[in-house]
T-cell receptor
Framework: SAVISQKPSRDICQRGTSLTIQCQVDSQVTMMFWYRQQPGQSLTLIATANQGSEATYESGFVIDKFPISRPNLTFSTLTVSNMSPEDSSIYLC???????????FGQGTRLTVV | DAKTTQPNSMESNEEEPVHLPCNHSTISGTDYIHWYRQLPSQGPEYVIHGLTSNVNNRMASLAIAEDRKSSTLILHRATLRDAAVYYCILSRAGGTSYGKLTFGQGTILTVHP
């Protein structure tokens, strides 16, 4: 299993600013992912955080808006840049260990942009 | 990715069994069937997964149709703590996709005392 800590758990930010969300895992993991969950909606994958290289973004998400770092096998950050109220969502970190084993999720970061 | 179809919502009474259906008619031979659930204000948590055979664990059972075009998650005795959104997800074996999940809208399960 893997225990994931996300910081901050919630934040209220001014439009035009940026917020960096941290994801710390208690063990080395192969794959790390970032998801967004808009109010009342399901989860949407933002990107795969690749250790030592640029993240792989899903359609509709770009690096300039959601820069991601993954300096090692236990840590990743997601930055939400130049925020607008439409960015108000829950952002979740997830990790995977192997083919068709279970994925683990953090508790999420609830972001409100005003 | 193959798509899954689930009812938007279901209701159950406490201590009764719950059968949550999922249709995945375009499933491929290498797709595993995963179930996750999301309790209120929490991240999703793994429930169970399988390929062809029925599966049991401490949380639930997964019944997979012989043609694999549908599956059913079975909660044997629902409790109030089982109230959550349940997601049925197909995940292709191999490659770099493990842990990468495509979520549908899921089924909102309400459990009545």
């Amino acid at each position: 299993s893997a225990v994931i800590s996300q910081k901050p758990s919630r934040d209220i930010c001014q439009r035009g600013t940026s917020l960096t969300i941290q994801c710390q895992v208690d063990s080395q993991v192969t794959m790390m992912f970032w998801y967004r969950q808009q109010p009342g909606q399901s989860l949407t994958l933002i990107a795969t955080a690749n250790q030592g290289s640029e993240a792989t973004y899903e359609s509709g998400f770009v690096i300039d808006k959601f820069p991601i770092s993954r300096p090692n096998l236990t840590f990743s950050t997601l930055t939400v840049s130049n925020m607008s109220p439409e960015d108000s969502s829950i952002y979740l970190c997830s990790v995977g260990q192997g083919t068709n084993t279970e994925a683990f999720f953090g508790q999420g970061t609830r972001l409100t942009v005003v | 990715d193959a798509k899954t179809t689930q009812p938007n919502s279901m209701e159950s009474n406490e201590e009764e069994p719950v059968h949550l259906p999922c249709n995945h008619s375009t499933i491929s031979g290498t797709d595993y069937i995963h179930w996750y659930r999301q309790l209120p204000s929490q991240g999703p948590e793994y429930v169970i997964h399988g390929l062809t055979s029925n599966v049991n664990n401490r949380m639930a059972s997964l019944a997979i149709a012989e043609d694999r075009k549908s599956s059913t998650l079975i909660l044997h005795r629902a409790t109030l703590r089982d109230a959550a959104v349940y997601y049925c997800i197909l995940s292709r074996a191999g490659g770099t996709s493990y842990g990468k999940l495509t979520f549908g809208q899921g089924t909102i399960l309400t459990v009545h005392p």
